[in-house]
């Protein structure tokens, strides 16, 4: 991605240079893409570490559940005694 971007001021630095305004747009145009598929790559690789947050404490959870029902029941046998 990084890479399109390069390639893409290339051409816009190019297109500069030669007043080529089709070649300096095009510049433009590639590099924007490759923003746009940073930003979505970006997007993707948070959802995909929310998704995992989200899942850990659901396990956290559940594991607290699971602890505080095995404690419950002794500490309600105790209190009939």
Same mark, same amino acid.
Do not use: A, N
């Given at each position: 991605m990084a890479e399109e971007k390069a390639k893409g001021k290339m051409k816009e630095a190019a297109g500069t240079?030669?007043?080529d305004e089709s070649k300096k747009a095009e510049g433009q145009a590639q590099q924007s893409k490759a923003g746009a598929a940073e930003e979505a790559a970006q997007k993707e690789r948070t959802r995909q570490e929310q998704a995992k947050a989200k899942e850990a404490e659901k396990e956290r959870d559940s594991k607290? @559940? /699971?602890d505080k029902g095995l404690l419950g029941d002794v500490g309600d046998t105790l /209190?009939? @005694?």
């Open positions: 240079i030669t007043d607290e @559940r /699971k /209190k009939g @005694r």
